[in-house]
Each structure stands twice: as structure tokens, then as C-alpha cells.
């Protein structure tokens, strides 16, 4: 007969680090459910805020609207009323005494002021016209610019003319050599 063999294994489970990984993935869980939490929370303040200034546009149209028509009523009420045109007019004499009395108290500095302006202007016009350097570079400079405008203009030129062909590179190299030369000796 033949003799029965029987295997028996034993396993012995180490279930710390199972309970590691659960509390670990609770713990992200939390977090995850936290910030979800501040994302709504900041989602409805920034819809609170787009409402309260939506609010107040129509508030400030509406009261844009009242003021305007106010200014219509009391055009036309100062048009066809004598008491009412008698105001305005006193008004108007009124804004122009007070403008009257703002320019007597700070109209001497306002004319120190305009004159010192004046002054430094008439020193600049008299230390350019002086300079016997100033209007040759301003003239080179006008020149050199012109040059720059017209190498930039024949490059384009070459380059629109192949109708999107690459220009010819001896054309480009011409055309640096001489914006070179103009930097060398402008003149």
C-alpha cells in the first residue's frame, strides 16, 4: 500500500504593514479631502465676488441713469423757469468768484513757475544752438538711419521680389558689406 503523504504549510502574516498602508491612504484621503474643501470654498468666494461686482455695475449704471436724467429736469426746469435759471446763473458767479479766488492765492507761484520753465528752455535752445557738434550729428545720425531704412527696405525688396525664395546670398553679403562700410566711415 502506498503511504499517504500529507503537506502542511504554515504562513505566518506580518499585518503591520497592511495597517501601514491603509493609515497611509487615510492620511492621503484627508489631505485630498482637504484641499477639495479649499478649492470649493475659494470656487464660491470668486463666484460670490464676480456676483457682488456684477451687483454693483448695475447699482452704478442705475444711479448713472438717474443722475442723467436728474441733469435732464433740471436743464429743462432751468430753461423755462425764471427762479430756476436765477439759481443757476447765481451758481455759475458763484464758481467763477471761487476760481477767481484760488488763482489770486496761488497764481504768483503758477507765473514763478511758467517763467522758470521759460528760463530752462531758453538755456537748453541757447547751449544746442552753441554746439557746434550738434546739428553734424544729428545729420549723420539722420543719414546713418535713412541708410539703415534703405538696407532694410532693399532686403525686404530682394526678398519679396523671389516671391519667397531665399534671396541670393551675394546680395545679403553686398548689402552687409556696404551697411559695414557706412559704420566705418559714415561720410
Known sequence: MAKQMKAVIRAEVDPSGVVKGVSKAEAELKRLNATA?????????????????IAANMVGKAAGAAAGRAEEIEKMATTFNIDAANAATMEQIAEFRRQEQIAAAIGPDIAASIRERTRMRDIEAQRMAADPLLGPGVGNFMVGQELMNQTG?????????????????????????????????PF
Do not use: Y
Not at 37 to 52: D, Q
Open 37 to 53: 474643501a479649499r478649492t470649493a470654498a475659494a470656487t464660491g468666494a470668486t463666484a460670490a465676488l464676480n456676483v457682488a461686482s
Open 153 to 185: 527696405r532693399a532686403a525686404l525688396d530682394t526678398g519679396i521680389s523671389a516671391a519667397g525664395a531665399i534671396p541670393p546670398i551675394e546680395s545679403i553679403r553686398t548689402m552687409i558689406d556696404e551697411f559695414r562700410k557706412f559704420l566705418r566711415n
